[in-house]
């Protein structure tokens, strides 16, 4: 069964073999697991499936960002691939966004959430500066409305951002959050980041996390304690 839990856990490792032993240490009723661009490189596309036979539902997080029609094709390729859910830029435009939504629509069965990214959550106020770009509230909000209006189902944004986007967009579209670190946790390369019940109080619906379990003594543990944390707050 698919799990009812908001976290999910990126297993951002150097091969398959790190990243399947990551995740036999979890329980797929806890968590979905998300493959990123190191993991996919590595391990191609088998490890999907993999995952899949340890009944976890995978993210695929590989962030497409080129023309329209190179990433309907990449989307259709992991639409193939049974993946719950994808990424992609909204930075790509209309144009991109709107060839991936079409051709989802060609796609026999069951197919993926599409969620744009609307900025890293380790870029910092100075980084904006630095790109030319207006200040982050605002280049956020620019781009999860053109996520929305483009037909994607949700978008990726900081926890500090979820309010001011569900305001805006209203309650149908997810918020999915990276950056979650419990208190205590080494930031790492993120700048803006919260607490698993931070960010679901914010309006997040689902919750990227990372080192803060993958590094734990106990993974599985880590994960357990989060998942109580957020039933212990209600949230």
Not at 31 to 55: M, N, Q, T, W, Y
Not at 60 to 83: E, G, W, Y
Request: proline residues 7%; glycine residues 8%; neutral net charge.
């Amino acid at each position: 069964m698919p799990s009812s839990s908001p976290l999910i856990v990126a297993l951002d490792c150097p091969c398959e073999k790190s990243g399947l032993t990551m995740a036999d240490q979890l329980d797929p009723g806890l968590c979905r697991v998300k493959v990123g661009s190191e993991l996919f490189s590595a391990a191609g596309p088998g490890v999907i499936d993999k995952l899949h036979s340890r009944g976890f539902q995978v993210f695929l997080d590989l962030k497409f960002h080129d023309i329209p029609a190179t990433v309907a094709k990449a989307v259709a390729a992991a639409a193939r691939m049974n993946v719950w859910m994808l990424s992609l830029h909204a930075q790509g435009g209309h144009s991109m966004l709107a060839a991936a939504r079409r051709t989802l629509e060609e796609v026999a069965g069951p197919v993926p959430l599409l969620v744009a990214v609307t900025l890293l959550t380790s870029l910092s106020p100075g980084d904006m500066k630095e790109l030319g770009l207006p200040p982050l509230r605002e280049q956020v909000l620019r781009l999860a409305s053109l996520a929305h209006r483009s037909g994607m189902d949700g978008v990726v944004c900081s926890a500090g951002d979820a309010t001011a986007i569900r305001s805006q967009l209203g309650p149908d579209c997810l918020l999915v959050t990276p950056g979650v670190r419990s208190p205590g946790n080494n930031l790492h390369d993120q700048r803006r980041i919260a607490s698993p019940q931070e960010a679901v109080q914010l309006g997040s619906d689902y919750l990227v996390v990372g080192r803060p379990v993958t590094l734990a003594k106990r993974p599985g543990r880590a994960l357990e304690d989060m998942v109580a944390s957020l039933d212990v707050a209600g949230v």
